[in-house]
């Protein structure tokens, strides 16, 4: 894992921490921010590896497969 990566999950994670505390201490209305930055940085996350494996994926060359013909009695 890169350090981007790394570091969107790991802030994302420590958000989701953080608005957990807040909604103990303060109540939902407040942490509610919190949450929400924490699923869009989880999103971001998802997306940058979804990028890298199709970039990945279109590099590798794809082997042609030779198809059997049937043969009919």
Do not use: D
């Not at 209305?29 to 949450?35: Q, T």
């Amino acid at each position: 894992m890169k350090l981007p990566a790394f570091l969107l999950l790991s802030l994302s994670a420590a958000l989701v921490i953080i608005g957990t505390h807040l909604t103990i201490t303060s109540g939902l209305m407040s942490s509610y921010p919190v949450f929400m930055f924490a699923v869009a940085l989880l999103f971001w996350y998802r997306y940058r590896r979804n990028e890298a494996n199709l970039k990945s994926e279109e590099e590798k060359p794809n082997p042609i497969k030779k198809i059997k013909s049937r043969k009919s009695k």
